[in-house]
């Protein structure tokens, strides 16, 4: 797909490492003070002695020296320690965080997406709206989450050309038998307006006999190789641009791909925040040239309060100028994962979007900090479908 310029994409600290940059003296500036020859060599007495009359100016200009070489120290001194976490870590980051990751059809795929699981309908459509024109190019939804006409409606719309935005869907557990999934994906495709999807995922690891909400299918569970079989072939028929998997561990991934597969899984959706931070899924999948997706990237509407109050990233927010959702936020892009987060809220929109790559040893800081505690989830239908979905 053509992916839209970067123009789109508004990076906050530009300005603030544009300024921070220019701003700390040298430190030879602070360290080696200027020396004045001849006020080291001439002796007091003798000074006195020998050119009384001019003894009052020259008492001054020593006198506004000293203070001016003070006040520049104090100044210097005072604002080096705050600033040099800013400007040295600035200068650590290099780079900026990328607009997009690379997937193995050679689409470029956002790194940030709005999110619209739990965007309510009569909201989400404002939502998509308000993202699109704020620079957003990728839209997260799926056919579960009810609201796929709303969010087509806002497309079209928005006037965007559809190749310019990234639209992802989701089969969901009910239609993994491989005749029951061209029909859904019709049904998406109709509902978003669109004749193709950028990105199709299967939802869960979890298959479903049709027509029941959650009666488990444990062939197509075990065996997902014939759902993803049909899939390939809908890529073939260009109705779908890339395939992927959802909420797959290491075991059902490598389960999966242990078959001849024609195309391999483009990302792994997965929940992924500062509570679930799953950092051997994250090197696992770096190292297996598999890209995640990180959903519920603020800890969900559950636990989003408590996640912005997390006293490092409070931190980390402060230092560098930004919130503490953005600190996320460009945290999840910084592990090297596209991130979905989800609002409905024009001014979170907004600032949601506009992300920064963050210093090195405030990245570490965070990393340690969100993999430092015992994960907990904030999604887990397991107990409710039967199966142990994590095994
Ligand atoms: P709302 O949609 O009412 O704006 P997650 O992406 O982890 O699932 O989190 C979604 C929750 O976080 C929603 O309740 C959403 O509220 C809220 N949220 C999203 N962005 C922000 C933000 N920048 N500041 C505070 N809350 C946010």
Request: hydrophobic share 35%; aromatic share 8%; charged share 25%.
């Amino acid at each position: 797909m053509a992916f839209p310029s970067s123009k789109h994409y508004n990076y906050l600290p530009v300005s603030v490492l544009e300024e921070t940059e220019s701003s700390p003296r040298p430190r030879s500036d602070l360290e080696a003070p200027p020396k004045y020859s001849h006020v080291e060599e001439v002796d007091e007495l003798d000074y006195a002695a020998t050119r009384p009359a001019k003894r009052p100016e020259s008492w001054k200009k020593a006198a506004a020296l000293i203070l001016i070489v003070g006040a520049v120290l104090y100044l210097a001194v005072s604002g080096f320690r705050n600033a040099f976490e800013r400007i040295g870590s600035m200068r650590c980051s290099g780079h900026k965080l990328p607009n997009s990751f690379t997937l193995p059809s050679g689409d470029q795929i956002p790194s940030v997406a709005l999110g619209v699981w739990l965007a309510e309908k009569g909201k989400v459509g404002e939502a998509v709206k308000t993202a699109l024109k704020n620079g957003y190019r990728h839209i997260d939804g799926a056919w579960a989450y009810g609201n796929e006409a709303e969010v087509g409606e806002a497309l079209r719309e928005s006037g965007i050309p559809r190749k310019e935005v990234w639209i992802t869907s989701k089969l969901w557990n009910a239609f993994h038998a491989p005749g029951d999934i061209e029909p859904v994906l019709d049904e998406s495709l109709s509902k978003l307006g669109t004749d193709y999807v950028d990105l199709y995922l299967i939802h869960w690891p979890v298959a479903f006999k049709k027509d029941t909400d959650n009666e488990v299918d444990w062939n197509l569970t075990d065996n997902p190789y014939p759902t993803w079989q049909k899939l390939e072939e809908l890529v073939e028929k260009g109705k779908i641009r890339n395939i992927g998997i959802s909420n797959f561990n290491i075991r059902r991934i490598q389960n999966l791909t242990s078959n001849p597969l024609k195309v391999r899984p483009a990302v792994n959706q997965v929940e992924l925040s500062y509570w679930n931070p799953q950092p051997e899924l994250v090197k696992w999948s770096k190292e297996n040239g598999l890209l995640l997706e990180a959903y519920s990237p603020l800890g969900s509407a559950e636990r989003v309060k408590e996640t912005l109050e997390v006293p490092e990233v409070k931190k980390i927010a402060k230092i560098l100028g930004i919130t503490p959702a953005q600190v996320y936020i460009s945290w999840h892009v910084q592990r090297g994962t596209v991130v979905l987060p989800k609002s409905v809220t024009p001014s979170r929109i907004e600032e949601n979007f506009r992300i920064t790559r963050l210093p090195q040893p405030l990245f570490d800081e965070l990393e340690k900090a969100a993999t430092s505690h015992k994960p907990e989830r904030s999604v887990d239908p397991s107990e409710r479908w039967g199966v142990d979905i994590w095994n």
